[in-house]
């Protein structure tokens, strides 16, 4: 089962995406089968390999030693990358032009080079206990002193805390009054060395129940010092292929091309339990035949296919446009809504048509149900895309 014929798939994009089906079923998915189970991290080697494949660099320009595509490209490679692991479609995310958006242009540029070859991988620092959908509420602070702030506070749920290169900090420099709470809240870029944190921070893991591969970690600040030049203020999201534009904009973008991501990442899961499923229903026999004869499990398999083919549709759409330079808020709000909603089920389908060996650890439908979980709670949970889309609808509902 591969994906349908689509008028976005040109000669180029179908060879981006048949090269990172044979990287993903050729060596992400064995390494996947082998350390999820011991809840592993993506180890050195592997990360070096990812950046020889030249993934942390999709949407960075070729001048920085990037490939320099498009989001449509990074949606083709995420859902590819996570048929086979989630966190090696996740991973991808925390280089491809995060944390390079410093204000002096030879440093940028310097980073720039690093995160395309994956040796500028990064974390996001953005929840706390008290803020999670409410990212308004943030409490961290960061306080001036001469030239460097001093951080500190509490944040929760930071993948790849300790491994990363870097830690991307939403934090408050001044309390909320009067206006919008956001305001007062700036962004920092804390340069750290992989494998260890720098003094004033520490981290504990988090015991998640899926979407092993990056630990995730609840962090301390406790005076952390950053430079002042560290601010990145609004740049904090803006992607390489941001148009240009006011900082909104720029914010806007990002988090755009983050739901865009997700719902790549969740038709990867979905996929790859359909494709399991439909090989296991050929081969699995019960009552003297193959379970695939069954109409029950025929039509469980035809409507998980139909899901999967709407959710690539939407997020095909939502991709195209947002590369067009549209306004895409809705668009990939709902793309991210349906394919996260759509995989739960599907890769739950899976679990069924495996019967007894679905509910086991030595298939992988169970990793790709439990990641799939997970897609429809973080980066804005299904509720907050349906507030985001319903809003638009409607109007804000005060
Ligand atoms: C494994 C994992 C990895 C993560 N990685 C990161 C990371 O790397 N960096 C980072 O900063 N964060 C990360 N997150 C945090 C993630 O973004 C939040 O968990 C998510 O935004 C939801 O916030 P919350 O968990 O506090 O839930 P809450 O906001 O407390 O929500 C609880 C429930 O209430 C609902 N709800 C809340 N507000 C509304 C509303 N206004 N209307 C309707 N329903 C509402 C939610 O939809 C949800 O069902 C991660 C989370 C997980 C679980």
């Not at 660099?57 to 949606?75: K, L, P, Q, T």
Request: hydrophobic share 40%; net charge negative; with cysteine.
């Amino acid at each position: 089962m591969t994906t349908a014929a689509s008028p976005y798939l040109t000669e180029e994009r179908l060879e981006v995406q048949s090269t990172a089906r044979r990287f993903a079923m050729e060596e992400v998915l064995p390494l996947a089968n082998e350390l999820d189970k011991q809840k592993a991290d993506i180890p050195d080697a592997f990360l070096e390999r990812i950046g020889e494949m030249g993934y942390f660099g999709i949407m960075i320009g070729r001048n920085w030693g990037g490939m320099g595509h498009d989001v449509f490209e990074y949606a083709l490679i995420t859902e590819e990358l996570s048929r086979a692991w989630m966190s090696v479609a996740s991973i991808i995310a925390r280089g491809n032009g995060m944390g390079t958006n410093v204000s002096d242009p030879a440093r940028r540029a310097e980073l720039l080079r690093r995160s395309a070859r994956g040796d500028w991988i990064g974390a996001a620092a953005l929840s706390e206990p008290g803020a999670g959908s409410d990212l308004a509420n943030v409490q961290c602070r960061a306080t001036k002193d001469g030239d460097e702030y001093v951080i500190s506070g509490e944040k929760r749920w930071c993948g790849n805390a300790l491994n990363a290169d870097f830690i991307l900090l939403l934090a408050r420099t001044q309390e909320a009054g009067e206006g919008p709470r956001a305001r007062g809240l700036e962004s920092f870029l804390i340069e750290k060395q992989r494998g260890s944190f720098p003094n004033g921070l520490t981290g504990s893991p988090i015991d998640k129940i899926g979407y092993h591969g990056i630990t995730t970690y609840h962090l301390w600040f406790d005076g952390l010092h950053v430079p002042a030049e560290n601010l990145l203020g609004s740049r904090m999201y803006e992607g390489t292929t941001a148009p240009q534009g006011r900082a909104f904009n720029a914010t806007m973008h990002g988090l755009n091309v983050a739901r865009i991501h997700t719902a790549a990442r969740a038709i990867g899961l979905a996929r790859g339990a359909l494709e399991d499923s439909l090989a296991y229903a050929q081969d699995r026999v019960q009552f003297g035949r193959p379970i695939a004869e069954f109409q029950a499990i025929r039509f469980k398999l035809a409507d998980m296919a139909t899901q999967v083919e709407a959710a690539r549709a939407l997020m095909y759409q939502a991709a195209h446009d947002c590369d067009a330079g549209e306004p895409i808020e809705i668009e990939a709000a709902m793309a991210k809504l349906f394919a996260t909603e759509m995989a739960e089920r599907v890769t739950s389908e899976g679990i069924q048509v495996h019967g007894g060996n679905g509910y086991t650890t030595e298939r992988a439908v169970e990793r790709y149900w439990r990641d799939a979980r997970l897609t429809t709670i973080f980066e804005g949970t299904s509720e907050i895309q349906r507030k985001i889309i319903s809003d638009r609808l409607i109007g804000r509902r005060q």
